[in-house]
């Protein structure tokens, strides 16, 4: 029986499991971190880090690394029977950039040694004991994982929380006795990474639609380019195969060459019934796993993490309430609830085999990209400048009705939102320089009112975690944020918790009281 020597012990060392030890050490909090597997992983599973990740990964301190091995994805270009219909073209700041994942792994690694973390590897989770399944968080409260290491040895670590992210067939979400609903596609896929003679878009990717289905083809760095089409009926897929269905369906002139990975599998849109029970947590593809369309899935994931560690480390450090936690499961399956059905979606749109169907896709397809709705309003939901989580309660939101309704507009900086990026740095509360634990209160005061003033300092004045700044007129104007004089509340995953104008500060403190100790360090 060992403990005393980690406050979260996380089983998974994929991307969820090391960004989720990463964020907790970066904030005081001691981690283990074990994986079933003798060696990382080597097969570029996922590639897509779309820009709301990269903004984590670049306030963890890893950014530009990520930057310079990876290559960007400015345009997705749709064909019907090699007819262009549609483009959605990205800009800078919503480009996703594609990166293999053991790339990734490789730099969350680095970065874990940095902040002194290790992965143990040959330890699999056999079972979890002493896990209260009402939910509770008492004081002094541990979870034990019994673990067995590959010389044969166990163990029974007891620790005070456990993070599942072991994957689609986590032993974690199995010992709680979570459900994993959802379906599985009627389809098949086939998958070949590989060198090619002829040209491609380097920044491309490119959607060859037909009704015998669709072949995907997709860049990565150091002229590598993926290439995924759904399996003919009955056959099997080989080099020779794929080449066969590039030249019936897809980019004129291209022979594949050098295939460096192959793979054969089966899409599944499932999702955890509960991401939570009492001390122990799912994340990753151990809560959640979809369609590949649109690339987004490892970047749940990672998003999962970024959303569950501050937590902790506030709940461990007594910076917040233990009820902090229950927010977890809440606004991660929100969050999953939408990419599911909109990658289920694009999936359906893009695998239609009858001619009304077929028909009905290239319509719209191409409606939206003359309209220019494409752009406007798809390009910031894949970026993840459109994550927000549902306000749960009123006193949230200002008193008056002015920005309820506009906070239902897309874009707009409203509770439940991420603050625009480009205002978070401006006011360094995003960076790698900035405090990944402290809230934050924006104040706009009103004109010739001291005393409002003298009241936001005595609220805040109970709370050391709670910093208080003031954002330029231009930077209010210029982000969406709302320019009456009011307040708008930070967390410290640069979500906004709360809004309120100039006659909410009774408002204010409840909040306030929800999520922070009083005095708390």
Request: aromatic share 6%; hydrophobic share 40%.
């Amino acid at each position: 029986m060992t403990a005393g020597d980690a406050d979260v012990l996380i089983v998974g060392g994929g991307p969820t499991g090391l960004l989720t030890a990463c964020e907790l050490l970066r904030r005081g909090v001691r981690v283990r971190i074990v994986d079933r597997a003798a060696e990382p992983a080597t097969v570029p599973k996922a590639l897509s880090l779309w820009p709301r990740v990269r903004d984590i990964l670049t306030d963890l301190g890893v950014g530009e690394e990520v930057h310079r091995v990876s290559v960007p994805v400015h345009a997705f270009r749709y064909f019907s029977d090699r007819r262009p219909v549609a483009s959605l073209t990205f800009t800078e700041d919503l480009a996703a950039r594609q990166l293999p994942q053991p790339e990734t792994e490789r730099i969350l690694t680095e970065r874990l040694h940095a902040l002194g973390g290790k992965v143990e590897r040959g330890v699999r989770l056999l079972c979890l004991d002493d896990v209260d399944f009402s939910g509770r968080i008492e004081p002094g409260g541990t979870v034990t994982a019994v673990l067995e290491h590959g010389d044969g040895a166990v163990e029974r670590f007891a620790v005070p929380f456990v993070v599942g992210a072991d994957g689609a067939g986590s032993a974690v979400r199995g010992q709680l006795g979570i459900g994993f609903e959802g379906n599985t596609y009627e389809m098949a896929f086939a998958l070949i990474d590989t060198y090619v003679d002829g040209h491609l878009p380097p920044d491309e990717i490119a959607y060859y639609q037909t009704m015998n289905g669709t072949l995907v083809v997709v860049p990565q760095p150091g002229g590598v380019f993926r290439f995924l089409s759904v399996m003919p009926d009955g056959g099997t897929m080989s080099r020779a195969a794929m080449q066969e269905i590039v030249d019936t369906r897809g980019p004129r002139g291209v022979t594949l060459t050098e295939p460096v990975w192959e793979t054969v599998f089966r899409v599944h849109a499932r999702r955890a019934t509960d991401f939570r029970r009492g001390r122990v947590f799912l994340a990753g593809d151990a809560a959640h796993v979809h369609s590949p369309a649109g690339g987004q899935g490892m970047n749940n994931g990672l998003q999962d993490a970024h959303n569950l560690a501050w937590k902790l480390a506030a709940v461990l450090r007594g910076h917040s309430p233990a009820a902090l936690l229950d927010t977890y499961a809440t606004e991660r399956a929100e969050a999953t609830r939408r990419i599911v059905r909109d990658t289920d979606l694009h999936t359906r749109a893009l695998t239609a085999r009858t001619p009304r169907w077929a028909n009905l896709r290239d319509t719209a397809f191409t409606l939206l990209d003359r309209s220019g709705a494409a752009a406007r309003l798809f390009a910031p939901v894949l970026a993840g400048r459109r994550l927000a989580y549902t306000a749960e309660r009123s006193g949230q939101h200002p008193s008056g009705r002015s920005c309820r309704w506009r906070g239902r507009l897309p874009g707009v900086a409203a509770p439940g939102a991420v603050l625009p990026r480009r205002a978070a740095l401006a006011l360094g509360i995003a960076g790698p320089e900035a405090d990944p634990t402290a809230w934050t209160l924006l104040v706009r005061p009103p004109t010739g009112d001291a005393r409002w003033s003298t009241e936001t300092g005595h609220i805040t004045s109970r709370h050391p975690r709670l910093r208080l700044l003031r954002p330029s007129p231009g930077t209010a104007a210029g982000e969406g944020l709302c320019t009456r004089p009011g307040y708008y509340l930070i967390r410290p995953d640069g979500h906004i918790a709360a809004h309120g104008h100039v006659h909410d500060l009774d408002r204010l403190e409840s909040e306030l009281a929800l999520v922070l100790t009083p005095g708390g360090e």
